[in-house]
């Protein structure tokens, strides 16, 4: 009996080493494919990115891989946080999966929308564009992919005073134009593209035509506080 204790002890020790030498072997695999090359961290598309996504946005749809340092492409992003030096700037063309993604790739929204640049409209919404003056918009600070608060201000009439409210939350942003400084600010009026449902692009464009309008722009997500309009008796102490 004890010599079969110990027989089963050697061989569960055996089965272990021979466990841990396989995954060293496997773990080996890649780099002995590429050669005996070293292998470093890329971060990778997973899935296809439209143009005019933030850097933020791209941190949820990449993972760090590895691959043989001669395949390197330059100025590759080699981490998730080394994302954080592009925070503010937006991807500037599709990027697909498999992709490494590279400095290149990213510009700031100024140059993005001066090319042209937007992202597709969600299914069963449309699309309504402002044009406004630049403090309206936030000096034109303002990227495709952004959400953004609607606020209306309407003129006093018989029965209401003149007033301000936040007409609508969480509007995704699919294009900005103007004329942008190298700095991404604005001068003059900036065209802001919206994607909206069909009821709520009828009394975008009726504020626009009727009343003054204001963008905030909101983090996604962020929940309407709701709340009275604002008027004149909110500004007297």
């Known amino acids: 009996m004890r010599t079969r204790i110990i027989a089963l002890v050697i061989a569960a020790v055996l089965a272990i080493v021979g466990g841990v030498a396989l995954v060293d072997y496997v773990r080996g695999a890649d780099q002995r494919a590429a050669g005996g090359a070293e292998l470093v961290d890329v971060l990778v598309v997973q899935q296809e ?25 330059d100025g590759a992003v080699q981490s998730i946080e080394g994302l954080d030096e592009f925070v503010g700037q937006v991807t500037s063309a599709v990027l697909v999966p498999g992709e490494q993604v590279i400095a290149a790739r990213l510009a700031s929204p100024g140059d993005f929308v001066g090319d042209g640049g937007s992202i597709p409209v969600p299914e069963g919404l449309q699309e309504v564009s402002l044009s406004l003056d630049a403090q309206r918009v936030l000096g034109g600070r303002l990227a495709a992919g952004d959400r953004v608060g609607v606020l209306v201000t309407t003129q006093a009439e018989a029965d209401s005073p003149a007033q301000t409210f936040l007409r609508f939350d969480q509007v995704l942003v699919t294009a900005v134009g103007g004329a942008f400084a190298e700095d991404g600010s604005a001068s003059g009026a900036v065209t802001v593209t919206l994607a909206v449902e ?8 009726f504020a626009q035509e009727t009343a003054s309008v204001w963008l905030s722009k909101q ?12 008027t004149r008796a909110d500004l007297v102490p």
Request: without cysteine; glycine residues 8%; charged residues 10%.
């Open 49 to 73: 990115v439209p143009a005019g996504t933030t850097a933020a946005q791209l941190a949820l749809v990449t993972a760090v891989d590895q691959v043989p340092a001669s395949f390197l492409a």
């Open 198 to 205: 069909r009821q709520d692009a009828q009394a975008v464009v």
């Open 219 to 230: 983090a996604e997500g962020l929940e309407s506080t709701g709340g009275a309009p604002a």
